[in-house]
């Protein structure tokens, strides 16, 4: 653990550019077809439970980094096995999303540029970032955060002036009742991108008034839930349904959409600015995260020592864990949400919840005799 | 024979501790000695009889001979003729019941600030000052008498930092004067003042200034013991001051703000920061400094609040401006033509048709020729300055176009980004924009916008991790401080300014009083019955 300190608004900051990082620029519930907002708001109310529960744990033990806690609850070496899983579940999905981007960056703009150059710059910026430590990837977050809110909302009056939007493609409601809503929510919208806050779990201890992260926090993943719902209302209502799930990244032909007084039109770089920063904060943190556990269970007093080496391996693994996009993306639905984040986004922290309640109610009745 | 080399290696590192600094000698300091012959025979030979040096001779009451020891031109003349030498001959003091120096202190020396000398060093230090040495002959002591002065520059209008509103006096090379301008503006005896000499040669006068109860303490603490931890021979300007004392050596931006307007240190200084003044040099540094700062101008705050707003605006523009703009036609030109309306592009395509170079070569070109010219403005004799602005049109301009090195588009966008360089008002940043602007265009001219947003971001990750004696550079921004906005890009009036910055200054008071907003009502009935009063007094 580096000395640092986060305020309360970094914080909200962080977690809210973390949340729409990635999740923005991908169909997000599009299995949900006309009524995927309705499933991101469902699988946002999951989403808030498992932040509480990161949140209960870091009540238990707010000096202690979650490797540590870990290592209390479970035994020195069961702890340390399982912190080691999650470093490299944390390096994994930090590749994972430098993928999504570094493939976007290449079919609408760069298409000639190797994949590994486009990936290699952004993560040299994000291992730059990260080894300077979190206080000023949180303090250029805060710097950024207004940006790219200002071109968020420009993005939005534009498209409602310039009359894209037509409500009836978000007709019918409920089509086929609340099941096929419910089947999203919970087996792609809860954990990818809300269940994903897990990782501030590793930023709870750096900051300094303890009692309002579970307001701050709580508010930031429903502001995000609700403007990635919103954002895809807006997708399907401007692309339609059919076109919506067929494109890759719906709200690029959104805003490739946009026309207004023969001027205002292929707003793409804008698009592509803001892709850039939300994807460099949403890798940055996930890093970060790993960067942070690695420091703390092999006991290394520098992180920033550890960002370039391992950087370096987030990079490789980037470019090879998959060997097109369409195996990629079919690799995070299949194996990624089916099985990996269940794992490490619920079971793991509703277990360790678990062990550290009767732990604590133990020595709490222990006290009282 | 490994082992001896170790020895030897170690015994080294040895003395390479012992070695100390030739100028930390910690030996006593050589007394004084009784005969004055001897003294002024030692005067003469540390000197190696410099005639600048003067040691005039005289006779005391008593016979006893005396003499008056000064370094012509840094010492005031005319004050020594007039209360020393005069006053001696006049007087004739008798050594009688009293020591003859307090004689010399109490009745004959008719000047503010004498002290006692026992030993060399302080004497030599007290010459080299300008004040004047009185020897006397069997005493084994020396008064020294403050008649420091000499020719110096008077008070101008400063060079840099031109307003077209607010004071007209700037700093001058001497250090007296520019604490006294502080001084006159701020009259208040929590204005502190402590002096450093720095430099084992030179001995300059570095003075570190701040309001006692605003300025917080853990900063004025921070700032003595940077100061005080120099060792270099020499201090010739505050540039080598602020290289000694920043936190973050490899920038290009400047950590510390320096300045040559007294009421520019003055309201610095009311808002907590400490000031560090050099002598020989009439730039100021104010420490610490944020990154808004360099963006604000005095006059910003004498003049309305909304036209200060809407100034700062424009100048974090032409910052961006004067970055990213060659970088941006750059990125355009060759990656991304589809951003510029048809028109506009077939324009720039059938002007750049007779450009044999990329856009890279071209802007790189123009830049260049641009920072060449602009460095042989700079240099050259003011007589020969037109020559430079005629060759400089022809280079940067039509004549260049039609030998179809560059085109026009390019022409106009790099007199945009030169003419944004010299608006924004600290010269500090905008050099630095100048360097960082050439990496903008390698970035766009590889990666088109992609490189200019990965560029803008290891800007700006590198603008938060910069800290100016442990402020951070992006305060009140990042971290955001909403009580201290009222003061960055926006400027609210004075009336709404009510706390100081909080990271610099402990004290929470509020700068300006309740209710303080102007309100016109309470004159109207005034005006209105003397409207009514005239309209009689018009029909009588």
């Known amino acids: ?369 | 024979m490994t082992m001896s080399l170790f020895s030897l290696s170690k015994k080294m590192k040895k003395l390479k501790i012992q070695k100390k600094p030739a100028q930390q000698h910690d030996l006593p300091a050589k007394a004084l000695q009784s005969s004055l012959q001897e003294q002024i025979d030692y005067i003469k030979e540390k000197t190696g009889n410099s005639i600048d040096v003067v040691i005039r001779k005289l006779q005391l009451g008593d016979g006893k001979s005396a003499a008056v020891v000064f370094v012509e031109g840094i010492a005031d003349s005319k004050a020594i003729n007039d209360f020393l030498i005069e006053s001696i001959m006049n007087k004739h003091p008798v050594h009688n019941s009293q020591p003859i120096f307090e004689i010399l202190l109490k009745e004959v020396v008719a000047l503010g600030d004498v002290k006692e000398i026992t030993d060399w060093d302080n004497l030599y230090l007290s010459l080299m000052s300008g004040e004047s040495i009185i020897l006397v002959d069997g005493a084994q002591k020396a008064l020294s008498a403050s008649t420091r002065g000499g020719e110096h520059r008077s008070i101008q209008e400063p060079g840099s930092q031109v307003t077209v509103r607010g004071p007209r006096d700037g700093f001058t090379e001497s250090i007296r004067t520019n604490t006294a301008l502080i001084r006159r503006r701020i009259q208040n005896p929590d204005l502190w003042l402590e002096n450093m000499k720095i430099g084992s040669v030179t001995k300059t006068d570095v003075s570190m200034m701040y309001i006692k109860g605003i300025a917080k303490d853990e900063i004025v603490e921070e700032v003595r013991n940077r100061l005080k931890r120099i060792e270099i021979d020499s201090i010739l300007e505050s540039g080598y001051i602020e290289q000694l004392i920043e936190d973050q050596p490899f920038t290009t931006f400047p950590t510390l703000y320096h300045t040559e307007r007294p009421d520019m240190v003055a309201g610095n200084l009311l808002e907590g920061r400490v000031a560090i003044i050099v002598n020989g040099t009439p730039f100021v540094l104010i420490a610490p400094a944020v990154f808004i700062q360099f963006f604000q101008s005095v006059e910003d705050y004498y003049g309305r609040a909304d036209i200060a707003t809407a100034l700062r605006f424009l100048r974090i523009l032409i910052f961006f401006i004067s970055i990213i703009a060659p970088a941006a036609y750059i990125a355009v030109t060759t990656f991304h033509q589809e951003m510029i309306p048809t028109q506009l592009l077939v324009a720039i395509a059938a002007q750049r048709e007779t450009v044999p170079f990329p856009a890279l070569v071209e802007a790189l070109i123009m830049e260049v020729s641009f920072e060449i010219l602009r460095e042989a403005g700079v240099r050259m004799p003011r007589a020969v300055g037109s020559a430079i602005s005629i060759v400089g049109a022809l280079v940067i301009g039509q004549a260049a176009v039609q030998a179809g090195i560059v085109s026009p588009a390019m022409v106009i966008i790099v007199a945009i980004t030169a003419i944004a360089n010299f608006a924004t008002p600290a010269f500090a940043v905008a050099i630095s924009a100048r360097l960082i602007r050439f990496g903008f265009m390698f970035a766009a001219a590889t990666f088109g916008f992609y490189g200019i947003i990965l560029g803008v971001i290891i800007l700006a990750v590198h603008l938060c991790s910069l800290r100016s004696f442990g402020v951070p550079y992006l305060t009140p921004m990042a971290p955001l401080i909403p009580a201290n906005l009222g003061d960055t890009i926006v400027r609210l009036p004075m009336w709404a300014q009510k706390k100081r910055p909080r990271l610099f200054s402990d004290n929470k008071e509020n700068r300006v009083g309740d209710n303080q907003k102007p309100q016109p009502s309470q004159s109207r009935g005034m005006v209105n019955s003397a409207l009514e009063k005239g309209d009689q007094d018009e029909q009588n």
């Not at chain 1, 520098?302 to 993306?329: D, N, Q, R």
């Open chain 1, 1 to 369: 653990m580096e000395k640092a300190k986060i305020s309360l608004y970094q914080l909200f900051v962080l977690i809210l550019l973390f949340e729409l990082g990635s999740a923005i620029l991908v169909p997000l519930a599009i299995d949900a077809k006309q009524d995927a907002w309705l499933a991101i708001l469902s699988g946002l109310i999951g989403g808030l439970f498992l932040f509480w529960i990161n949140y209960r744990l870091f009540l238990y033990y707010p000096e202690l980094a979650p490797p540590e806690y870990m290592q209390k609850l479970l035994g020195k070496i069961a702890g340390t096995f399982l912190a080691f899983w999650y470093i490299i579940f944390f390096m994994y999905t930090a590749a994972r999303v430098l993928r999504d981007f570094g493939e976007m960056l290449l079919t609408f703009a760069y298409l000639e540029t190797p994949l590994f150059i486009v990936n290699a710059l952004l993560m040299l910026v994000i291992i730059y970032a990260v080894s300077k430590g979190i206080e000023v990837v949180a303090r250029t977050g805060e710097l950024f955060f207004v940006s790219i809110y200002f071109l968020a909302i420009t993005g939005f009056i534009l498209i409602v002036f310039s009359g894209l939007i037509d409500l009836n493609n978000l007709k019918p409601m409920l089509e086929e009742g609340i099941f096929p809503i419910a089947k999203v929510a919970f087996t792609q919208t809860l954990y990818f991108p809300f269940g994903e806050s897990i990782v501030f779990s590793m930023i709870f201890p750096y900051i300094t008034k303890r009692k309002s992260v579970k307001k701050v926090g709580l508010f930031a993943i429903g502001l995000s839930g609700i403007n990635l719902a919103i954002t895809m209302a807006i997708n399907i209502g401007v692309l339609g349904v059919d076109l919506a799930s067929r494109s890759q990244f719906p709200l690029l032909s959104t805003i490739q959409s946009i026309q207004v007084a023969e001027f205002l039109e292929r707003l793409d770089v804008f698009f592509m600015i803001s892709m850039v920063i939300c994807i460099f904060f949403k890798v940055s943190i996930y890093f970060y995260a790993a960067v942070a556990i690695a420091a703390v269970i092999f006991k290394i007093k520098k992180p920033s020592k550890l960002t370039y080496p391992m950087g370096m391996v987030v990079l490789f693994m980037s470019v090879t864990i998959a060997s097109s996009y369409a195996e990629h993306l079919k690799e995070g639905l299949e194996f990624g949400t089916r099985y990996v984040h269940p794992f490490f986004l619920v079971i793991i922290p509703m277990l360790l919840l678990g062990i550290a309640f009767i732990k604590n109610r133990k020595r709490s009745s222990h006290q009282k005799i």
